[in-house]
């Protein structure tokens, strides 16, 4: 399987490819450079596997949550490409490949995923590793700091940007220090989530594409 992945929904702009299980990545960190960044990286990435984007099977898109714009560059790039090489898109919640980085770097099995919506507000969703795939315990929610529910598990872990911005008023004692790992997506855990997903489920034609805001712009 040859499968794309992108991620813009973040400060981070993220590119993978997964080849035949082989792993290729360009991530960077770089707000508001995602247009200038993003179709290089998916080039680079091209060139050096030695693959056109006629000879991928899917791409693989982070929908979100995340920032608005971030969120639409991933996907007008995404739906391009499928458009213009008839291929599938397969969609990957952002905050799932939030929890797929933090087992790839820990280990660990549960989550409590979250992103700054600013507002003073958190992106969160709970995961529980299956298998190897971050698979969700409960819905995508936008909330207060205060309103966010820790996972009911033992040896969960934060991951994400939330956490880090708002972990204080939270109101809730973390056992241990907090070690915040991953703090922003990247396109390779989209891509593994996406390749399982491809493999199970198939792809979406790019018209259905429908990135996750969970709130409205204004």
Excluded: K
């Amino acid at each position: 399987m040859n499968l794309l992945a992108l991620d813009t929904a973040t400060d981070a702009c993220s590119v993978a490819l997964y080849v035949d299980g082989t792993l290729l990545q360009r991530h960077e960190v770089a707000p508001q450079r995602h247009t200038q960044l993003l179709l290089p990286m998916v080039r680079e990435l091209c060139a050096e596997a030695a693959i056109t984007p006629a000879g991928l099977d899917a791409i693989a898109l982070g929908i979100g949550p995340g920032a608005f714009t971030g969120v639409r560059v991933a996907a007008s790039v995404a739906q391009g490409l499928a458009y213009a090489h008839a291929l599938p898109v397969v969609e990957v919640s952002t905050l799932a490949a939030l929890a797929q980085g933090g087992f790839r770097l820990t280990g660990a099995l549960t989550w409590l995923a979250t992103l700054d919506a600013r507002r003073q507000e958190i992106y969160w969703a709970h995961y529980r590793i299956v298998d190897g795939l971050a698979t969700a315990l409960t819905a995508e929610h936008v909330t207060p700091p205060a309103a966010v529910a820790l996972p009911d598990a033992d040896g969960w872990r934060p991951a994400g940007t939330g956490w880090t911005a708002y972990a204080p008023a939270m109101g809730t004692a973390w056992p241990a220090p907090a070690t915040v790992v991953p703090v922003l997506p990247e396109a390779r855990d989209v891509a593994v989530l996406g390749a399982a997903r491809f493999a199970r489920m198939g792809g979406i034609a790019p018209c259905d594409v429908a990135p996750t805001y969970l709130r409205d712009a204004l």
